[in-house]
């Protein structure tokens, strides 16, 4: 990965960091240094603080006294709230976009869920990751709640880091977590917003699942 600064430089350097924590090139418990960091990007050190206290704001850097920044842990514990939350919100937008999506809307998540399914059926896990937060975003525009899916968004970092965790240990799993986007998708066009809260539930509940035995396989080891 390459640093090609152009447009909104603090948004680019805060998706750079980013994806490099997701991706796990920076590892937890590592110290950022601003320096180093602007070494490498070839910019000034103003941006890349910046850029961190945005991290920091995203819960994908913390400043710990006397170590300075440093990318956080993920914990057992930081699984279970995070899905407790996810769950409760993804279960919603499911609910609404059946609720109020309009054809159009339909078309965009159905699009979505082929680009899904093609990527499962070649065992592409980071394609396939890719494609999942797509059909998020089809799904909150049928939604038509703003402010839902604002909060989603704030959670969006978070939720990248856990997930790419996850799908990397899954490529056999995918074929299966596609059938909850099918199932939930049926639901959206017949506008059975509680079956399709009751898929998205379930999916949430297995990401859940997987999550935490990834963790917990770390942890011990």
Known sequence: ?????NGNLVDQITDYISEKIICNELKPGMRLYDTKLAEEMGVS?????????ILERNRLVQLIP????VVTEISTEQIEWFYDIFEQLYALVARKAAENRSEKDIEAIEEAL???????AKGEVVGYYNRIFEFAQAGMKAAKNPLLESMIRDMWPVNRRIQYASL????D???ENVKLFQKAVRHM???S????????????RTEKKFALELIQCEESS
């Not at 990965?1 to 600064?5: A, Y």
């Not at 050190?45 to 206290?53: C, F, G, M, N, V």
């Not at 006397?66 to 920044?69: I, W």
């Open 1 to 5: 990965m390459t640093f090609q600064p």
């Open 45 to 53: 050190r103003t941006p890349i603080r910046e850029a961190l206290r």
């Open 66 to 69: 006397r170590r300075g920044v």
């Open 114 to 120: 082929g680009r899904i399914e093609a990527c499962a």
């Open 168 to 171: 990397l240990h899954r490529k």
């Open 173 to 175: 799993n995918l074929k």
């Open 189 to 191: 066009k017949t506008s």
């Open 193 to 204: 917003g509680k079956q399709a809260e009751s898929v998205i539930r379930e999916y949430a």
